[in-house]
């Protein structure tokens, strides 16, 4: 499904299932969820084993992905990438670094967030443009928008190492002709760093009960 999001030197890989192979796991890796609960435990080997088969398609031999500050996936040198999961989804995308500068994927279940999130991460903005309600059940706009703002975070906080809050990032979406379930959508932001765009271009879709969203950003030629 996350491929539909992205360009062809974006490698990806996905699964419904959850659990990975057993033994999956480097130790390195093992040692970071070893006090976790087993559904943590089985999410992480699962996104990992996305994550590898992303790398066999670039080339690149099986590796660990550690994390850093605020969970960042740490890839291999002269790789970017993302990760996520959520109940019945598990997604890695990875491409080079001569290529892409930074990849941000997310995906959540289509369904209504809990009550008092909606407002915690939008700006009025945003409130004002999105038909929340409306359309039944085939688009929950309000986890369109957490998700949309998930992938803008994985984007800008690898390269700049700084916090981005939800009412930083005012989201537009716009929806393909053709379709209601997908489209593009347009994120412009408050805060600026060197060297980072004011904005970001993504794409988003709907499918099998899930909320998809992506963000490549292309790295910059040299002069």
Same mark, same amino acid.
């Given at each position: ?9 974006? &490698? ?64 291999? $040198? ?32 289509? &369904? ?29 706009? $309000? ?23 939800? $009412?930083? %990032? ?43 969203? %992506? ?9």
């Amino acid at each position: 499904m996350i491929e539909r999001l992205l360009p062809a030197h974006v &490698a990806c890989a996905d699964t419904h299932e959850a659990d990975a192979p057993a033994g999956s796991l480097y130790p390195e890796e093992a040692r970071l969820v070893a006090a976790s609960v087993d559904r943590r435990r089985h999410e992480f080997a699962a996104v990992r084993a996305c994550a590898r088969r992303a790398m066999a398609v670039l080339g690149l031999p099986p590796a660990p992905v550690l994390t850093g500050h605020r969970g960042m996936p740490l890839w291999p $040198d002269g790789t970017v990438g993302s990760m996520t999961h959520c109940e019945g989804y598990r997604a890695a995308a990875l491409a080079r670094a001569s290529e892409v500068r930074a990849v941000g994927i997310d995906a959540e279940p289509n &369904a209504p967030l809990p009550p008092g999130v909606w407002e915690a991460i939008s700006v009025p903005s945003e409130r004002d443009r999105l038909p929340l309600g409306e359309g039944g059940t085939a688009i929950h706009w $309000d986890r369109l928008l957490f998700s949309a703002k998930e992938s803008v975070f994985k984007t800008w906080f690898p390269l700049t190492r700084i916090e981005l809050d939800f $009412d930083e %990032a005012d989201i537009r979406f716009h929806t393909r002709p053709g379709t209601a379930t997908e489209g593009t959508f347009v994120a412009s932001l408050a805060l600026t760093a060197p060297g980072m765009p004011r904005s970001y271009e993504g794409k988003w879709l709907i499918d099998d009960g899930f909320v998809v969203t %992506a963000i490549v950003l292309p790295e910059v030629p040299s002069a």
